[in-house]
T-cell receptor
Framework: DAGVIQSPRHEVTEMGQEVTLRCKPI?????LFWYRQTMMRGLELLIY????????DSGMPEDRFSAKMPNASFSTLKIQPSEPRDSAVYFC???????????FGQGTRLTVV | SQQGEEDPQALSIQEGENATMNCSYK?????LQWYRQNSGRGLVHLIL?????REKHSGRLRVTLDTSKKSSSLLITASRAADTASYFC??????????????FGQGTILTVHP
């Protein structure tokens, strides 16, 4: 397996634009996580899914953020409209079961200008 | 808020020395994990210790867990310049509606000088 695949690797967008980040988890993994990493706030859990169902979205900062997992092999994180304070590295991770080792993608570095 | 908090925030040592990082957490856990992150890359899993375990080894890594104090430590022995990275602890809850949730601490930045 190629591991967790995220796209794009880098995204630069203007304030107010819609941004969509994509993630393909490892095949057979039941859990998928979205994290955001910044210098100020560290690694924050935004939302996680179990079997494509969102379990906890309490980390999603505001209504501008939304995440979907339409099937077991694909998830998106959308920001609309984007703001400069959304600039961060966004990571997707998957695990084969609850409370097991997480496998991370390489991240998407988002810059909102 | 972060479940785990690492200490120290930064650690600078010479090659060959041992490096010890600590993690404290707040709620009951099923397990505690340690990850490594090289600059600009994704996190890589190092070791997992379950709540009923007290110590675990993997190569040059030694992890301890004290559930009564809600704390863990990661020891890297005979450090190498290639060990330079950020190290994070992560906790998985004991159960309930948050089962499977993996929450990370702020991390310790380790610099090993050749």
């Amino acid at each position: 397996d190629a591991g967790v695949i995220q796209s794009p690797r880098h995204e630069v967008t203007e304030m107010g634009q819609e941004v969509t980040l994509r993630c393909k988890p490892i095949s057979g993994h039941d859990y998928l996580f979205w994290y955001r990493q910044t210098m100020m706030r560290g690694l924050e859990l935004l939302i996680y899914f179990n079997n494509n169902v969102p379990i906890d979205d309490s980390g999603m900062p505001e209504d501008r953020f939304s995440a979907k997992m339409p099937n077991a092999s694909f998830s998106t994180l959308k920001i609309q409209p984007s703001e400069p304070r959304d600039s961060a590295v966004y990571f997707c991770a998957s695990t084969p079961g609850g409370n097991t080792e997480a496998f991370f993608g390489q991240g998407t570095r988002l810059t909102v200008v | 808020s972060q479940q785990g908090e690492e200490d120290p925030q930064a650690l600078s040592i010479q090659e060959g020395e041992n490096a010890t990082m600590n993690c404290s957490y707040k709620t009951s856990i099923n397990n505690l994990q340690w990850y490594r992150q090289n600059s600009g890359r994704g996190l890589v899993h190092l070791i997992l210790i379950r709540s009923n375990e007290r110590e675990k080894h993997s190569g040059r890594l030694r992890v301890t867990l004290d559930t009564s104090k809600k704390s863990s430590s990661l020891l890297i022995t005979a450090s190498r310049a290639a060990d330079t990275a950020s190290y994070f602890c992560a906790t998985g809850p004991a159960g309930g509606t948050s089962y499977g949730k993996l929450t990370f601490g702020q991390g310790t930045i380790l610099t090993v000088h050749p």
